[in-house]
Structure formats: C-alpha cells, structure tokens
C-alpha cells in the first residue's frame, strides 16, 4: 500500500512540474495587425530629433494553463528617459500604471493575447539604449535601442528658424488675416517622422493649418507644409506660442482697427403735428444716395430746457425710454431702419426748451436738428368733480358735506400761480361765493422742485358746503402761469 501511493504522489509532482514548463509566453511586435516574433534585441531605427516612435508589443500564452503579467519595466530602476510603456491596448492596462508585484498582476488565458505600446523619445541626437523586462510565467527581456537623427528643418522664406526665434506678422486689420507659410524640410538621407504639433491655444488670433498637420512623416529631400494664420480679433499687438517637436516658436502680430464703413451723409426727418409739450412725435433717417455698405447708426435726443432752475425733462424720451435709438443700414437702402421699422417715436414732454436730435453714421459728421418747444399755457388733461367726499377731520374745511375737483394738468413752465373756482347750479347761475380765487404759487413751486415728473401735476381742491351739495352740478377752473391763463370745460357732478 505504501509503494502505490509513493508512486501517484511523484507522478503528481511531475505532471505539475510540466504543466509549469510548458506555460510559455512569447513577445512579438504587431504592425497592420501582422505580428513579428521579437528576439533579444528591438531597434526603433533612425527617429527625427523632436519626434516619437511608438512600437506595439504582443504578449501571447501560448501554453495551456492561465499565466499572470506581474511584471513589465523599460530600464530598471532608473526609469529611462527616451524609452517608456505609454499605453498598453489592453483595457486592463490601458491608461494604467504597468504592473509590478506591488501593484497587481493581469491574467492571460491560455491562447489570448496582451498587447502594449512602447515609446521612443528623441530627445537628443544619438544612440540611447534600455531593457524591457517582462515576467508573465517566465521572463523575457529585450534589449531596446533607437537612433535620434537630426530633425526636419523649420523654414521660413527658405531661411531655417532657430528654437525660441519669434516668427512675426506685419498688422493685419480687425477681421482679415495674414498667412505665413513655414516649410518642414527633410534635409537629411533618411525617410523622417514629422515632430508633434501643438498649436496656440484656441479662441486666440492665431491658427495653423496645412499638410503638416495630416502627414506622418517626410521623405529624403522633401517637406511639407505648415501653415500659421494670424486672424487679428482685436486693434493691438498679439503673441502666442507655436510649438514644433521640441522647438517653440513666439507669434507676433499686431491688430489694427477696421476702419468705419463707408456710408452716404444721413439726414433727420422729424415729424410733428405741434411742436408743443405733452405730444407724441417720430423721427426717420434718410441717407443722401443708396449706401454701399451695410452697419448700424444711432441718433441720440438732447433736451436743453427753456425754464429757468431747470436742467432737463425726464419725460423726453424715444418710445425706449431712453435718450439714444439705434437704427440699420443694408446696402443698397436710402433710410435707416428701427428695430424692423422705417421710424422710432419720441415724447416731447412737459417743459419748454429745445429737442437736440444728433444722428451719426460711419464716419460722417454728426448731423444735428432742433425742434423748439414753446412756453404754453398750462394744460388740463382731465377733470373729475365729486360730492360729500371723505375727508381728514383734522382739516379745518372738512366738513360731511363738500365739492372735490380734481384736475389733472401740465405746466411747461413751471410757474402756476393763481387758481380761479366757479360753481354753479342747475340753470346756470353762479353759486356764491363764486369765484373763488387762490393764491397757489408757493405751493406749485414747492410741488416742481420735488417732483421727478417734469411739469406734470394733478391737483385736488375741497370746498365745504352749507347746505344742500346736490345744489352743485357744475364748476370750472381758471389757472395761470407766466404764459396766461386757461380756463376748463364745464366740469360737471
């Protein structure tokens, strides 16, 4: 019994040893899907200083058991700074750190593969050299060596550009652009990689542009073009970066104002029925001949006030409710254009004093017309009467039975002084003690300078009554300022 089991326990052990043997794994490079066994020895070839090679590895299991990757290193300890493990195309390693026994291991079934990249940097001319060591089962290592070569050559107008040399544009005006074409020259024996590009940033004034961009590499004794556009956004001096392989280059390039657009002289129209406080008028902008070119203009509204104290009228406005309009030109068009429309309105107010309307266009003079607003008499928009209105008992003249007017009005001069009430009765006669006249001018003054109403004002009066108020059916109103005196409607209960 004893020899029976010796014998099952040594041929266990040997069927494990070679069940270990045989979990080989072998390193190949894959280019256009085609894979090439790799020996001892990988050469990146001649490599253009500035530019990159990027090799793709393959390891396979080609045995029949799982293997783990616990391992994979470009140049020992001492990483190395031309060689480097960039991305491995499996998920697992991809955009990862490369395994190591610190870090974890990845598996590899029997038959499937683990594919990686390894990237060559020439950083300088010559021959570096590091050892890729890879252990998944067994350990393989692969000697890596690549040659930097000198580079293409940047030229410009045929002269080649040293590193950090600026690369100047002459001004170019806001809008347009400017090219300068740079020549990437092969000027060595050797077919060369074109370097990496990094173009300024985004949004700014300069681009690139050209087959450069799209080729991956210059034959012997040719180049290829790369193309830099300075497309001013702004009036002034503008720089930016260029960065070609392992040489920078300043962009230089001065903006310069777009000169206004051509247009033919404008002219105002305004059309007011009175020139008179309180109207509503509109105002259009023709242009002298058909105009050649297409933009915006504006006519701005400056009140210069005819009352003395009086600086300006809040209520003199476009339809905007502000003192400047915008208006279109197309090309081709003989008149302005508001917001869609052939005209904008404008208030005139409640002061006397003059309309200042200002319309510029491109680079015309300003051209100026006044419309004059004459002192008035004051104006009565509305007038309302009650009876026996609720008053503060406080007053002496509130008593439960009364007549209230109420009359709404304008003063463009801002000088009312007297009042005049007249009541009267159902056959026309005047009810004594009518008229009665007020003195107002302390109180219309004191009302104005507080008042961000312009010459607008709405006055109450209330009268006691003794007696019956329904006698009341009528009054009327007489109010003067510096220019005479109005007198209401009929007002009637």
């Known amino acids: 019994m004893t020899q029976?089991?010796?014998?099952?326990?040594?041929?266990?052990?040997?069927?494990?040893?070679?069940?270990?043997?045989?979990?080989?794994?072998?390193?190949?490079?894959?280019?256009?899907?085609?894979?090439t066994p790799t020996g001892q020895l990988y050469n990146f070839s001649s490599v253009a200083l500035g530019s990159v090679a990027d090799v793709d590895f393959r390891l396979t299991n080609t045995g029949p058991a799982p293997v783990y990757l616990t391992y994979l290193n470009v140049g020992g300890a001492t990483p190395s700074p031309y060689f480097s493990v960039v991305c491995a195309l499996s998920p697992d390693l991809c955009g990862g750190t490369p395994p190591s026994p610190e870090t974890g291991t990845i598996l590899i079934n029997p038959t499937l593969t683990l594919d990686f990249t390894?990237?060559?940097?020439?950083?300088?001319?010559?021959?570096?050299?590091?050892t890729m060591t890879i252990t998944a089962g067994n350990t393989l290592s692969v000697f890596l060596t690549g040659t930097a070569v000198q580079g293409l050559t940047v030229l410009q107008n045929g002269a080649a550009l040293a590193s950090q040399q600026p690369i100047s544009f002459?001004?170019?005006?806001?809008?347009?652009?400017?090219?300068?074409?740079?020549?990437?020259?092969?000027?060595?024996?050797?077919?060369l990689a074109v370097p990496t590009v990094v173009p300024p940033p985004a949004g700014g004034s300069f681009t690139v542009a050209g087959s450069a961009l799209s080729a991956t590499s210059v034959p012997a004794g040719s180049s290829t073009e790369l193309d830099v556009i300075f497309t001013p956004a702004a009036a002034g001096l503008q720089k930016a970066t260029l960065t070609i392989g392992l040489n920078s280059y300043t962009l230089r390039g001065t903006g310069l104002a777009a000169p206004p657009a051509d247009f033919p002289m404008p002219s105002i129209q305004v059309n007011l029925a009175t020139p008179a406080s309180a109207q509503q008028g509109t105002l259009s902008v023709s242009l002298a001949?058909?105009?050649?070119?297409?933009?915006?203009?504006?006519?701005?509204?400056?009140?210069?006030?005819?009352?003395?104290?009086?600086?300006?009228?809040?209520?003199?406005?476009?339809?905007?409710?502000?003192?400047?309009?915008?208006?279109?030109?197309?090309?081709?068009?003989?008149?302005?254009?508001?917001?869609?429309a052939p005209s904008v309105s404008f208030g005139t107010g409640t002061t006397a004093g003059t309309l200042v309307f200002t319309v510029t266009l491109g680079s015309n003079p300003p051209?100026?017309?006044?419309?004059?607003?004459?002192?008035?008499?004051?104006?009565?928009?509305?007038?309302?009467?009650?009876?026996?209105?609720?008053?503060?008992?406080?007053?002496i003249y509130c008593t439960t039975t009364n007549v209230q007017l109420q009359i709404n009005g304008w003063d463009n001069t801002r000088s009312a002084s007297?009042?005049?009430?007249?009541?009267?009765?159902?056959?026309?006669?005047?009810?004594?003690?009518?008229?009665?006249?007020?003195?107002?001018?302390?109180?219309?003054?004191?009302?104005?300078?507080?008042?961000?109403?312009?010459?607008?004002?709405?006055?109450?009066?209330?009268?006691?009554?003794?007696g019956d108020a329904d006698v009341v059916v009528a009054a009327q109103v007489q109010i003067t300022n510096s220019a005479g005196t109005v007198q209401s409607a009929s007002i009637t209960f």
């Open 289 to 340: 001949e058909a105009s050649a070119a297409s933009g915006p203009g504006t006519v701005t509204l400056i009140f210069q006030s005819a009352v003395e104290g009086v600086s300006g009228d809040p209520t003199v406005t476009f339809a905007n409710g502000t003192n400047s309009a915008t208006f279109t030109v197309a090309q081709g068009a003989f008149s302005g254009q508001f917001a869609g």
């Open 170 to 191: 002459p001004s170019v005006q806001v809008g347009s652009s400017q090219t300068i074409a740079l020549m990437l020259a092969n000027q060595t024996n050797e077919l």
């Open 118 to 130: 390894v990237q060559f940097q020439a950083l300088q001319l010559g021959s570096p050299s590091a």
């Open 4 to 35: 029976p089991m010796t014998r099952a326990t040594g041929l266990f052990v040997l069927l494990a040893a070679a069940a270990c043997a045989s979990a080989q794994v072998t390193l190949s490079t894959v280019q256009g899907g085609v894979a």
């Open 367 to 395: 051209q100026t017309t006044n419309v004059t607003i004459p002192v008035a008499v004051i104006g009565i928009d509305a007038a309302v009467a009650a009876r026996n209105v609720e008053c503060d008992p406080a007053l």
């Open 418 to 466: 007297q009042l005049v009430f007249s009541f009267f009765n159902s056959s026309g006669a005047a009810i004594q003690p009518s008229p009665i006249t007020v003195s107002a001018a302390t109180a219309f003054e004191q009302y104005f300078a507080g008042s961000d109403m312009a010459g607008v004002f709405g006055l109450y009066a209330l009268f006691p009554v003794t």
